[in-house]
């Protein structure tokens, strides 16, 4: 019979026996070969040669194998007794005699779709990852990018770099969390030497938002919405050990607007600072760190009852290291107000109050404050007062019910309901007057349970109860963070196992090796694909997971890169038991270019072509400035090998580029070669850079431009005094700037606020001194100062930053512009469009008289509304009302909008002669209104005609409005339930 060398065929011939692989039970445990048609050489001197190899070439075993003979046998199925491995050889020869050889066929061993000889390729590569949970968490990850695999020796490297969205859902009944976040870089990076996995890293970046919604009894949903502005997530498994980071930072807001019957709840409010920071290694949690800041208003209304709860300040955050918690705070103060009235039998109580002080604090797990205050009044057929008041008295020690002894804070709690008068009243109202005063002796650990060791009840007769509940305190630890993973529960990966380099239809395989999939597959059928414009031979494979799914594919057959996926289809499901759920995960990968070894001659390559050398973020300055450079290339035969650009000439020398994704390139084989570079000279402009570019085969030298910036002059300190002015003061100012060109001048620049630039001078070094006048364009509060700085070389920059030594900014210090409230001038009286000294009270029975009172009113905030407490000059009645005034040219006002505010008074026969004080006060557009020693003036009331008008300055008392603030949040986790459901008898 003829020779058949089979290694690497694609085609069989049933007049002959060819040999197939038969590893479908698992390398571990056995490799077996079938050798079909066996029936057609099955003779009496028919035997099996084999040799195992290994990649050095040394012979690890050979031997022959006599198979018993049987005319109906179709085909014989050999175990070899050796242990494969990466590079090994196995050759199997079925033969008659030494020159008589039937069929052969030599398999080299690789790593399924790790190829054994050094090459470079490119793949494509979309996959989309589900994950449900009985638990109510669903999880889901998308990916496309490009994929990078390199083979160096025994070291192999692949990487994966694309773009993504995250999504993750838990809902456990009360609570529901929705994140979606938008992944602009994702980065797989595995490393393996031989076929041992050394490490494998998973990074995304990106932004999105967050959702917690908390769902009521009564069906209200309050809503944060939390707007991530920044997120890092990476799990490493490194050495087998696994490790994950989590970083997510924003802001946001919350909502809830819900209704039931008559009862009603509202809240609005700001998340100003949210962040997550969770690093675990191997299971422990080595940091969890959870910072919230928020403030919101929240108003309940039942009926007509109505209850306001501001809280400017709502914070939460716990720091845990290795197991410990290091830091904890948190915080919720403000205040408010309730109204409600009850009605029976045609009798009415109404209660009005407020709540000055609501404040809850704990630190380092250690409640600090406990204090609320609740004082209002009772009105109706009913008057009186009702109060609440708990606070922290005192600390110290208390013994518990067994007479152990512990630290606690004492709580008074105090409240009252007293009944000044009652008219009215139907017969069915019963109400009496109350008085309850308790102090609670409560241990600060805040995870305790059962912290009142002891409650101490005075009657008003001054008699004193006890009462010491039983096991009281419970003592607990502080519950730990959970280490669970954002990125769900399974470390999923591609199927791993050894393979031949070259398959033959008929091979089948289980691909074993890996830790959560097992594949076996089946070479179905022969073919080709083309890439880089040249056609490769490829073997058609089938295969089903073990645990459920399959896939499909095409394996490279022939050459350097036997054994490489040029195609394939995953879909697998996997059921999770420890979650009740079920996982899929889906993936589309392809082979897109071949870098090396190279699959085209050298007559037929066509060198690379230089297009632009470009910076990527558009600048890059002197004096430290860092920026990623680009080269772009064209090449038609995707087999580029390298881009080296000469930076000697600011003192760099020569830099590699790449285009595998590392080092800020930002996509896998584009053919934009990157490199992160500093320039840390001074020298600027137009500079000619020398680039070479090469495939393998030829190289392509070019000389190009770069522009350099000049980094205009950076201030490192600025220092003013006084730092709290009125508009019209001056500062003084001293500032240190530095440049390497040397600066030419430092201006302080308040011309955007109407001001005017104030040339500072220079004592020693780099110190700037001098001093400029605070103008009436600053608003009130804290206000930055503009900074004007030019180097010798003419860069310019102004800014009110300051740079710190490791190049990051941070803002200087403000002056804080007071607000001194409007100011008044010129009050005139006039009557009958003349100006006089006096209100002229008119005879009995005469007419009312129209007088027009005006005053001269200046703020550079803008005036809001100028008002006049008239007292016995107004209308019966409203002596002590704040009366607005006119500077609209009616009601007495002459000109519209010149400042002047008037108002038409009319003076009565009833009213007394003599002086008299009115007050008047404007209110800006800060509503800061005139300070109260400046409100006062005296005016006469007369029987007789008078001219002219004596005023002088009285004194009375401040009267200031101020804001209230802004308020309610409710925890993340619990939303606004805990503070409706809060029993604060027991806190």
Known sequence: MPLSTISGQTTTDETECNIIVDWSNGTSSEHAYVINNWNLVNENQTEVHWSHENQSGQILDNGIINLSWNENDTQSRIILPTTINLGDSISIDVRASETEIFCSRTIDITYWNQPINDHEITRTTTWMLEQTGGDGQEYELEFTGRGWQLRNGDQLESNELGAGNLSIISDDGETRIETEINLDRVWLNESMTGIDLEQQQFEMFGNGSMFFIVKDEIGTETIAEINISDSYITRTIANGVPSEQVRLEGTGNLLSNGTNDDESIELDGEVSVFLYELHTENGEVLLSNYLLEAYAEMVLIDGNDRFTLDLDEFIIHETWENGEQTDQLNRIKGDGTFDFAESEDGATIIVNGTVPVFWLESQDGMTTVNTILMDGDISGDVTGEIGLVVEIVESGQQQNHTGQSFDVNVIRNENWLNISQITGIG????????????????????????????????????????????????????????????????????????????????????????????????????????????????????????????????????GILAGLIAE????????????????????????????????????????????????????????????????????????????????????????????????????????????????????????????????????????????????????????????????????????????????????????????????????????????????????????????????????????????????????????????????????????????????????????????????????????????????????????????????????????????IYSLTIQTRSTMPTGSTEIELRGIDSYLESTPGNERGFTVTLSDKSSEGIGSEWADSTAVILIAVGIFLFLSILGGIIVLKNANFDEE
């Open 568 to 899: 394939v289809s995953r879909s697998i499901e996997l059921e999770i038991d420890e979650l009740d759920g079920e996982l899929q995960f889906i993936e589309i990968q392809s082979l897109e270019r071949v870098i090396s070894p190279a699959i085209v001659t050298e007559a037929e390559n066509t060198p690379p072509l230089f297009v632009e050398l470009r910076i990527r973020e558009g600048v890059l300055t002197t004096e430290g400035g860092e920026a990623h450079l680009e080269v772009v290339v064209e090449d038609a035969d995707w087999n580029m090998q390298s881009v080296e650009v000469d930076l000697s000439s600011i003192g760099i020398g020569i830099v590699s580029f790449n285009d595998v994704g590392i080092d800020g390139d930002a996509t896998v084989h584009d053919d934009i070669w990157t490199s992160e570079v500093s320039h840390l000279g001074i020298n600027h402009g137009n500079q000619d850079i020398n680039i070479t570019i090469s495939d393998g085969w030829s190289t392509t030298q070019v000389t190009t431009s770069l522009i350099l910036t000049n980094l205009a002059p950076r201030m490192t300190s600025l220092d003013l005094a006084p730092t709290t002015v009125s508009r019209g003061d001056s500062v003084d100012i001293s500032t240190n700037v530095v440049d390497a060109h040397g600066v030419s001048s430092v201006y302080v620049d308040l011309t955007g606020l109407g001001g005017q630039r104030f040339a500072l001078s220079q004592e020693i070094g780099e110190q700037w001194i001098g001093s400029f006048i605070v103008p009436d364009g600053f608003s009130p509060g804290p206000q930055l100062i503009a900074i004007e700085m030019t180097d010798n070389e003419g860069a310019m920059r102004l800014t009110s930053l300051i740079w710190r030594p490791d190049g990051t900014t941070i803002e200087s210090d403000r002056i804080t512009i007071l607000n001194d409230g409007p100011v008044l001038s010129n009050l005139t009286i006039s009557r009958q469009g003349n100006f006089v000294d006096d209100f002229l009270v008119p005879n009995l029975g005469e007419q009312e008289i129209a007088h027009v009172i005006s005053i001269e009113v200046y703020d550079p905030d803008g005036i809001s509304v100028v008002q006049v407490q008239l007292g016995i000059l107004a209308e019966i009645g409203n002596a002590d009302d704040w009366v607005p005034m006119n500077d609209d040219g009616t009601g007495g006002d002459l000109v519209a909008d010149d400042g």
């Open 427 to 558: 017969s069915n109202l019963d109400l009496e007057a109350e008085h309850n005063l308790t102090f609670e002796y409560q241990v600060p650990e805040e995870h305790w349970l059962n912290r009142t060791v002891r409650y101490k009840y005075v009657e008003d007769s001054g008699e004193i109860n006890d009462e010491y509940p039983e096991r009281s305190p419970v003592v607990v630890d502080p519950s730990e963070p959970s280490n669970e993973s954002i990125l769900g529960s399974v470390n999923i990966s591609r199927e791993l196992g050894f393979a031949p380099s070259s398959m033959q239809i008929g091979d089948s395989l289980m691909l074993d090796h890996g830790d959560t999939l097992k594949l076996e597959i089946i070479a179905t059928d022969s073919g080709s694909v083309t890439r880089d414009g040249h056609e490769m031979d490829v073997i058609h494979w089938n295969g089903t997971y073990i645990n459920g799914g399959f896939a499909s594919g095409k394996i490279i057959n022939e």
